[in-house]
């Protein structure tokens, strides 16, 4: 699968957010590093985009979707 740079995702998460997510900061629940989405890894590919820390790989989000519109976790 393809890794391409987290701004990939930028109009997705705003869609699942509502509000640009561009300027958030998420920190990662196994490495505890804070990143913009732009500075973490996105796998657009599979059967959902997920979006891993560049620090660990560990997962940050997965959004897929779901029939009638989109879900987070
Ligand atoms: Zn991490």
Do not use: H, K
């Not at 705003?14 to 796998?43: D, H, I, K, R, W």
């Amino acid at each position: 699968m393809d890794e391409l740079d987290g701004n990939g995702a930028a109009g997705l998460l705003q869609e699942v957010f509502g509000a640009a997510m561009t300027v958030a900061v998420a920190t990662c629940a196994s490495c505890g590093s804070a990143a913009q989405p732009g500075e973490s890894v996105l796998y657009a590919g599979g059967p959902g985009t997920v979006i891993r820390c560049r620090t660990c790989a560990g997962v940050l989000v997965v959004i897929t979707g779901c029939g009638a519109g989109t879900a987070s976790t």
